[in-house]
C-alpha cells in the first residue's frame, strides 16, 4: 500500500460547525504533515507530526486543531472557520526527511 | 526575493518537444524536490535530489549545487503531462519544504 488517503473528498461547512478531516497511511511513515492550498498558489505548510509528536505548527490559528492518534492516522479538527478558510487541504506524510507522498485532498468551503 | 524561483511561470508546448523547467535557490538546501499536481488534483513526488541527476521514464532532474539550480526535462511530451511543475527545498534538519510558485505546462496535441 503506497497511498495516503483523505476523507472526505469535499466539506462544505458553516461558519459554527464542528468538523474533521481525516488521512490516513500504512506505509509505515513516521512523519505527517497538513498543508493547505489557495487556487493557483503553492501548498502552505501547517502542521508536522514525527513519531506521533507535534514538532511544527506554523502559527496556525488555534480554529485549526491536529491530532495524531497512532502512526497511520492523522486528523484536523475544525471549529468556527471563516470564509478565507476555504481551500484544498493536503495531507503528505514521509520516511524520515525522504520524499513526501500526498493525499488526493479535502477541498473545504466554509460558508 | 522569494527564496525558490522557477521559470518560466507558464508553458505551452505541442506533443512530442522536449520540455525544460528550471528552479533556482538562493539558501543552502540539503535536497531538493520535483512535485507534479494536476488540476483541481493532488500532488504527486517526482524527484527528491541532493546532487547529480536522476531519471525515470521520460522525465530527468539534474541539479548543480555549486550554482544553486535545478531542472526539470520532459521528453517526448504528451497532453497527459499537463499540469503543474513545482520545485521545492528542504533546509537543514527540518521537515519544512519552501516552495516555488510552480509552473503551469500545457502539451497541445
Known amino acids: 500500500d503506497t497511498e495516503v488517503t483523505q476523507t472526505p473528498k469535499h466539506l462544505v461547512m458553516g461558519m459554527t460547525n464542528k468538523k474533521s478531516l481525516k488521512c490516513e497511511q500504512h506505509?509505515?511513515?513516521?512523519?505527517m504533515y497538513w498543508y493547505k492550498q489557495k487556487a493557483k498558489k503553492p501548498p502552505e505548510l501547517m502542521f508536522v507530526?514525527?513519531?506521533?509528536?507535534?514538532?511544527i505548527n506554523e502559527s496556525v490559528p488555534s480554529r485549526f486543531s491536529p491530532e495524531c492518534p497512532n502512526s497511520s492516522l492523522l486528523n484536523l479538527h475544525l471549529h468556527a472557520l471563516q470564509p478565507e478558510d476555504s481551500a484544498l487541504y493536503l495531507c503528505?506524510?514521509?520516511?524520515?526527511?525522504?520524499?513526501?507522498?500526498f493525499g488526493p485532498g479535502t477541498r473545504l468551503t466554509v460558508l | 526575493k522569494n527564496e525558490v524561483e522557477q521559470s518560466p511561470q507558464n508553458l505551452t508546448a505541442q506533443e512530442g518537444e522536449f520540455i525544460t523547467i528550471n528552479c533556482s535557490y538562493s539558501v543552502g538546501i540539503s535536497a531538493l524536490h520535483w512535485l507534479q499536481q494536476h488540476p483541481g488534483g493532488g500532488i504527486v513526488s517526482l524527484f527528491m535530489?541532493?546532487?547529480g541527476k536522476k531519471k525515470h521514464g521520460r522525465l530527468i532532474a539534474t541539479i548543480n549545487i555549486q550554482e544553486k539550480h535545478s531542472s526539470l526535462h520532459i521528453t517526448a511530451s504528451h497532453p497527459r503531462d499537463s499540469a503543474v511543475y513545482i520545485c521545492?527545498?528542504?533546509?537543514?534538519?527540518?521537515?519544512?519544504?519552501?516552495f516555488g510558485k510552480g509552473t503551469l505546462l500545457t502539451v497541445n496535441p
Open positions: 535530489l541532493s546532487s
Open positions: 506505509m509505515g511513515h513516521r512523519a
Open positions: 521545492a527545498v528542504e533546509r537543514g534538519s527540518n521537515y519544512k519544504l519552501t
Open positions: 507530526y514525527s513519531y506521533e509528536k507535534l514538532s
Open positions: 503528505a506524510s514521509s520516511q524520515d526527511r525522504n520524499e513526501q507522498f
